[in-house]
């Protein structure tokens, strides 16, 4: 996938680039990947982006939710809503908690006295490659990573937000970075929240095949947008002593 | 509730089937190649998107005044000469193919491929009455000899090698030493076959659609035993659900245009068999005898219910073929008739939901089912549903919903959460080599088995955000 695709400024082109943006860390990336946030807020200053972190932040309910805990999850969501009612746009570091908030606040807080503002934050929520690449336009990077990349394909960033551009357009726009194709790498890393310890043995047994493939790509690094995937796929290449690495795609970027 | 409740855990009855090598090297096979194939035939044709929304459409129009559809099809079958029986249950669906094989005095059915059949284990109950049911799709007539079950909808020996398929024919068949070369093989499963359809008095088949504006019953098959099953045989029982009645024609060429591209592939199957009651005077071939078992197990129900939108789906077996999970461990693993993705909500449908207390949770909910499916049902949406009613309806282990229902409680509290996060950076501590995780008591051992878990970083983001 290349520079065909890498027209998203002109979509964009309308309306001003903001000036600022919060960013909603996430659970994981707060807990496990901090490093990846402090990537994403060095880059967005340097693009000219003031950004912002509304305090007392924790997880957007997405375990609840999948599994089923509809009004525990509704509680999580109104409380979210609350603390990015003020934000222009909101950037989210994982795809799947930029589709929860995008795709199932609104269900979940139809008929509350928060339903306008769940509209609101969906409208104005951004994964951070789309917020990058269809929002500020900007593509140009550079990277300090060496060897071939290959892209993972989150399943909730391309099934759900349908995105399998940004990223891509991200990689390919990389200065200096070779980007190799990921034989299968629109499925599923076996993560799925809770799946992974529900049914750890299958969970294992798909991510087996992701290395696999990506062993076969040749790249040296995975790229991927969002947290759960990356704890899966790093956990299997730790785990098999691998030299290859897995990275958040704010990792990559310079 | 039709089917024995399977009680082996589905944990256990999973890695059983990951311990498979053969079925794993059959699955891996055969899904790529289904994979692929599907791909292809949608990429070289571009109206197919919008088929697949027509066809959609259709489903949801239908099952909107399916009353009045069912009874335009009734009218119209037995205007041509058939009979029709409404059947509620698995056990009703039995006892009307029973009644119709004691009284024609049938001894033989031959079967062409039909999961509704397999449904109401009508193959158990043939033989109990002294009738033997007779599989003629290869791939059922190979399960068959295996005394097994279909582990797929479309492809139900998708789980055999060929190499087991010639070593099966070999025994069962009294055929010793026979290559695992597929043409040999179906070549001494088509003389095998060939007599029985000639012995047989009964030809059961099931049905992939049923037009209600002219009574047609549709058969979509590759090997021409659906033809065969319908027209040699003195009786014919198809045996359907209800929700496979599409109003006219015109609807049934859109479903013919996305069904076999979907399954396997190909641009239209086979052989499409259209059927039109019994023989009439002056025709020469067809049965004397055409009856249509509409099957309802549960489906009505569903009209209104949460799982409607399985009622769309066209058995193609698409959404097995992409999910990973059905990919890793098959269709037995499952433990009911229906696998796979589709397979979890109509076994909840036929069983009721505490049926799939487990299986709701076989999914990481990745969506290739919803993307690959030629109607879009939007599967991973019903499973979380399904997770709902567990909930809901307290089937769920009451120690989960505790988990659940405290950790909701964290996440509403910034101090709490900040205090959780802080026990588990000290609770962590003493399993903690190398900057990561491989070994964790008790339940988190699930994940630590497998994979390394990363330590909790020594400061949150949110605690360095002052200092970036």
């Known amino acids: ?254 | 509730m039709t089917e024995p409740i399977v009680t082996t855990p589905l944990r256990e009855r999973a890695t059983n089937a990951l311990g498979d090598r053969l079925l794993h090297e059959a699955l891996d096979i055969a899904t790529t190649r289904f994979i692929t194939l599907r791909r292809e035939a949608f990429d070289d044709f571009p109206e197919g998107e919008q088929l697949r929304d027509r066809a959609r459409a259709i489903k949801e129009a239908t099952l909107q005044r399916l009353d009045t559809y069912l009874e335009m099809l009734v009218a119209n079958v037995e205007r041509l000469g058939g009979h029709v029986h409404f059947a509620a249950t698995a056990e009703e669906a039995r006892d009307i193919v029973l009644g119709i094989a004691r009284r024609t005095g049938a001894r033989m059915a031959v079967k062409s491929k039909s999961m509704a059949t397999e449904e109401i284990h009508l193959n158990d109950a043939l033989q109990a009455i002294g009738v033997t049911p007779v599989e003629t799709d290869l791939g059922e007539y190979i399960i068959q000899l295996a005394h097994e079950r279909p582990s797929h909808i479309i492809a139900p020996a998708i789980h055999k090698t060929k190499g087991q398929v010639a070593e099966l024919f070999s025994r069962e068949l009294g055929r010793p030493g026979l290559p695992a070369d597929p043409e040999v093989l179906t070549k001494i499963a088509r003389e095998e076959l060939r007599e029985k359809f000639l012995q047989a008095d009964l030809g059961i088949t099931g049905a992939n659609f049923a037009v209600a504006d002219t009574g047609t019953v549709v058969l979509v098959t590759n090997e021409g035993n659906g033809r065969m099953a319908t027209s040699l045989p003195r009786v014919h029982v198809a045996v359907m659900g209800v929700e496979k009645v599409i109003p006219s024609m015109t609807d049934l060429a859109v479903f013919l245009a996305i069904l076999a591209k979907s399954a396997t592939g190909q641009k239209l199957s086979v052989y499409t068999t259209l059927v039109q009651g019994p023989r009439r005077p002056g025709e020469l071939e067809g049965p004397d005898e055409f009856h249509l078992v509409l099957l309802d197990n549960g489906r009505i129900a569903q009209i209104g219910g949460t799982l409607r939108e399985s009622l769309y789906c066209l058995r193609c077996g698409a959404c097995l073929n992409v999910c990973p999970v059905y990919r890793q461990i098959g269709g037995h693993a499952y433990g009911y008739t229906y696998p796979g993705p589709i397979g979890i909500l109509l076994t909840a449908m036929i069983n009721g939901p505490g049926s799939v207390k487990d299986l709701a949770h076989a999914s990481s909910l990745c969506g290739a089912c919803a993307e690959a499916c030629p109607v879009r049902i939007d599967i991973p949406r019903m499973l979380i549903e399904l997770r709902r009613e567990m909930d809901a309806r307290r089937i769920a282990p009451w120690t989960e919903r505790v988990v659940f229902k405290t950790f909701a409680r964290i996440l509403r509290s910034p101090w709490l959460y900040r205090v959780g996060a802080r026990i588990g950076r000290i609770a962590q501590r003493p399993f903690v080599r190398d900057g990561g995780i491989r070994a964790l008591p008790f339940f988190f051992g699930h994940w630590t088995r497998t994979r390394d878990l990363p330590p909790m970083s020594a400061r949150t983001f949110q605690e360095r955000w002052r200092d970036l």
Not at chain 1, 99 to 106: C, L
Not at chain 1, 110 to 127: H, V
Not at chain 1, 165 to 190: F, K, M, N, W, Y
Not at chain 1, 193 to 216: H, M, Q, W, Y
């Open chain 1, 1 to 254: 996938m290349t520079g065909e695709h890498a027209r998203p400024g002109a979509a964009s082109a309308s309306t001003a680039a903001p000036r600022r943006a919060a960013l909603m860390i996430t659970c994981l990336a707060d807990m496990f990947y901090p490093e990846v946030g402090e990537r994403i807020v060095r880059l967005l200053r340097r693009l000219g982006v003031e950004v912002t972190l509304p305090p007392g932040q924790t997880c957007c309910g997405l375990p609840l939710f999948n599994s089923g805990y509809h009004d525990e999850a509704a509680a999580v969501a109104q409380r979210t809503v609350a603390l990015f009612r003020e934000d222009e746009a909101v950037i989210v570091p994982s795809g799947s908690c930029a589709w929860m908030v995008k795709h199932e606040y609104p269900g979940l807080l139809r008929g509350s006295a928060d339903a306008a503002a769940a509209e609101r934050l969906a409208e104005r929520t951004w994964e951070f490659s789309q917020f990058l690449v269809r929002r500020l336009g900007h593509t140009a990077f550079e990277t300090d990573v060496q060897g071939p990349l290959a892209y993972h394909d989150s399943c909730h960033l391309l099934r759900g937000l349908h995105e399998g551009i940004a990223p891509r357009t991200l990689l390919s726009h990389l200065a200096g970075a070779q980007v190799v194709p990921l034989p299968g790498s629109d499925e599923c890393c076996g993560f799925g929240g809770s799946f992974s310890v529900r049914l750890p043995e299958v969970s294992t047994s798909i991510l087996d095949r992701k290395l696999a493939n990506l062993e076969a790509s040749g790249a040296r690094c995975l790229v991927a947008c969002d947290a759960g995937c990356l704890m899966q796929i790093r956990g299997g290449l730790a785990r098999r002593n691998s030299p290859l690495r897995a990275l958040h795609l704010a990792e990559v970027l310079k």
